[in-house]
């Protein structure tokens, strides 16, 4: 994976959102480029292909000279929860134990997923995901392990086989399943998380079958996804990864070819939900299901370490979604049993909570009630009715109060009409109301920024933290244009917009590093009044557990192209004080345990994270600890950006960094605000609001009570004046 050419090289990190294919390009000397480009879900190379050209062009190159030249291109989107959401996945078949076939319709009963407070509490709006595997393609399988009790004394060890497998049974299912023309096979066994044998098996007369037929089709086993309990979720993640990994596969592999019909020399990278970066060819893909908005997180990460600041508040808003993400303690949070389009699954993804809200959601004005309602529906990529849609938007509201230039939008590359938005505000909003179209426009916006303001209130105040004693990093394309509606409501620490915000979660795609990660479920109890012996007996579990995990690690990176050499290890552990019900994960600094000094810094790990989260006073080791699950990230070297500093300049900016003014409509009057090009102004200048700063990607707006500094590294610091 060494360089030996001395010729500048390139990173490319796309991000391809519902409405925007963002594109970040750094070269190894920490320059940076940044693009942007309308996305083609039909066939994503194209949106791909315009967003690298778009940012090669601000340095006079193409995309086939930046592939020629690339060490590293990394793409994430939407594509996998668009197969969901459009059901068109592959035709599964499942191999289960016998008496479970109906755990995928029923679900567990987990059909609020999703739905917003109201709606959970009317029953009759619940309703079950579409199937992602037909009930006559789910055949049994006569089997049973144990998988161990509360009441070990009366119960047989986890692993043992109480029931042995019937084989007739496998063979008999899979060809019933290939009769019905199946693409791809699961199998799930009930207690294969304690012991593989009978499931594995399975798989082994699977292929058997299908390759006495003459065919070639995939066969997926649960304990390749995530070898833990909770049947249910273990079950929806295998039916996952069946239902979307050919066809995502494929749409995926169609950009990775357009790169290398340009010059590029690798694999194409996708990221991992748990932010990690792997290739398009990596087994497990339904982890990259929610790639896209992890980018944001992880670029957070990586500022959260460059600036020393460990407690951070992510804000991403975009023309489809408002994602909000913690950093506390300098730790992302992991969430491993996370929801999405209606599903819950159980592999690891950081902790992102989303809220339906951006510039792209449709505007509702009900005459009748007088009520105004802001999605949930967006016309994503057709922006409003400034553009191509037939729907009222926020976008087509920034575009009437005057803070976004119509000239300017994308660059000038998009035409769009702001007399038609202002018509049709009035015509379908105001007039219906009896409201003047723009104090009516700035109480829609009030209703947006409530939203937005209720969903981060409510994440950080439910752990307990405080927004005093956090930053907020403020990204995505319309993030800098409605920050001031959020300023004023939440009291953060300092509030930071970097210069590459509306392709920030691309910035944090470039950011992530290259590792797998792999989880296994442990039993594991420490108590105050426990033995060394017992204590050190629990610990050689821990120790053989991440050594097989690290066997696995060995064995699929280098068979990514690195050396035993290049690899590297992390170690963590999901941990509690015995008697919660909720676990906090932690990274721990040794993966073998060979004294009682090794447990202790284990242990100790848990507690440093624990009260850089809650006060010290929430801390309660009296009742002992229980790990209930470990993981290891296996890693190897990946190029990654490099942010430049620059020598400050005056305070005044500069004058051709002055665009002239702009009349907007805010706090219920018309003023004129000052007009800048972000990218004529230099680090050290001060900007007054009130202000416009235009982007070719974004728009931030500054109220007259509030002024931007530019630091060193050209991050605008966002200030209230005193």
């Known amino acids: 994976m060494s360089e030996k050419s001395d010729e500048k090289k390139y990173i490319v990190a796309q991000d391809a959102g519902g409405s925007m294919t963002d594109c970040f390009l750094v070269d190894t000397d920490g320059n940076f480029s940044t693009g942007k480009f309308i996305t083609h879900t039909e066939a994503e190379k194209i949106s791909y292909m315009g967003a690298l050209n778009d940012a090669a062009a601000k340095w006079g190159m193409d995309s086939k000279q930046i592939h020629k030249q690339a060490l590293s291109c990394t793409y994430t989107g939407t594509s996998m929860i668009n197969i969901l959401v459009t059901q068109g996945g592959s035709d599964v078949g499942l191999m289960i134990t016998k008496g479970f076939a109906h755990t995928p319709i029923i679900e567990r009963g987990l059909t609020w997923i999703g739905q917003t407070y109201e709606d959970i509490l009317h029953q009759q709006l619940h309703e079950h995901t579409p199937w992602l595997v037909h009930p006559h393609n789910i055949k049994e399988v006569a089997e049973r392990i144990s998988v161990g009790s509360y009441y070990m004394q009366h119960h047989s060890m986890p692993g043992t086989v109480i ?293 981060i209130n409510g994440i950080m105040l439910s752990k307990g933290l405080n927004p005093a004693e956090f930053t907020l990093l403020v990204y995505g394309a319309a993030g800098p244009l409605h920050l001031w509606g959020i300023d004023r409501a939440i009291n953060f620490k300092e509030v930071i917009v970097v210069p590459w915000a509306a392709v920030f979660s691309s910035f944090g795609v470039a950011a992530a590093d290259y590792f797998h990660r792999y989880d296994k479920a442990v039993t594991f109890f420490l108590t105050p009044d426990m033995t060394d012996d017992v204590k050190m007996m629990q610990g050689q579990v821990l120790s053989q557990t991440w050594a097989e995990l690290e066997e696995r690690g060995y064995r699929e990176l280098e068979s990514e192209g690195f050396s035993h050499d290049e690899i590297t290890f992390r170690y963590g552990i999901s941990c509690r004080y015995i008697g919660q019900l909720s676990n906090w994960e932690v990274p721990v600094e040794v993966g073998q345990v060979e004294s009682i000094d090794d447990l202790d810094k284990i242990i100790g790990a848990f507690e440093e994270n624990y009260t850089n989260i809650y006060p010290s006073g929430a801390r309660f080791p009296e009742s002992g600890y229980q790990i209930t699950e470990i993981y290891l990230e296996a890693a190897a070297d990946k190029p990654k950006p490099v942010i430049s500093s620059y020598p400050l300049q005056g305070k005044e900016p500069a004058k051709d960094a002055h665009k002239g003014q702009r009349k907007a409509f805010m706090d219920g009057e018309w003023m004129m605000f000052d007009v800048f090009e972000q990218d004529l102004l230099e680090p050290g200048n001060r900007i007054d609001g009130p202000a416009i700063i235009e982007h070719t990607q974004t728009t931030f707006m500054i109220p007259s009570q509030n002024y931007v500094e530019m630091d060193k590294y050209k991050f605008m610091r966002y200030r209230r004046k005193e």
């Not at 039916?239 to 194409?268: F, H, M, P, S, W």
Request: charged share 20%.
């Open 163 to 455: 029931i042995p497998m019937n084989e007739k049974d496998v063979v008999k299912g899979v060809n019933e399943l290939l009769d019905n023309g199946v693409e791809i096979i699961g199998c799930m066994t009930l207690g294969s998380f304690a012991n593989t044998v009978h499931e594995n098996r399975i798989a082994e007369i699977a292929k058997e079958v299908i390759a006495g037929r003459g065919l070639e089709i995939p066969v997926v086993t649960s304990n390749e996804m995530c070898s833990v309990p909770n049947e249910t979720e273990r079950l929806k993640t295998l039916l996952i990864q069946c239902y979307i990994q050919e066809t995502a596969r494929k749409a995926l592999v169609t950009v990775e070819n357009a790169a290398k019909e340009e010059g590029y020399e690798r694999d194409l990278m996708t990221l991992l939900g748990y932010g990690a970066a792997a290739t398009v060819h990596y087994p497990k893909l339904a982890e990259a299901v929610a790639s896209g908005p992890t980018g944001g997180l992880l670029g957070g990460k990586f500022l959260s370490e460059f600036l020393d600041l460990p407690n951070i508040v992510c804000w991403d808003l975009g023309c489809t979604t408002c994602d909000v993400g913690l950093i506390a303690g300098g730790l992302l949070p992991v969430n491993k049993s996370p929801e999405f389009a209606g599903h819950k699954v159980r592999m690891p993804m950081i902790a992102i909570d989303c809220l339906g809200a951006g510039c792209s959601h449709v505007v509702h004005a009900d005459p009748v009630s007088g009520r105004i309602t802001i999605g949930p529906e967006s016309v994503r990529a057709d922006l409003g009715t400034m553009y191509k849609s037939d729907e009222i938007t926020i976008g087509d509201i920034d575009m009437t109060l005057g803070y976004v230039n119509p000239d300017y939008y994308l660059g000038g590359t998009i035409k769009v009409n702001p007399q038609r938005a202002k018509s049709e505000l009035t015509k379908r909003v105001a007039e219906p109301l009896g409201q003047d179209v723009y104090d009516i426009s700035l109480k829609i916006l009030d209703l947006l920024h409530d939203k937005v303001i209720n969903h």
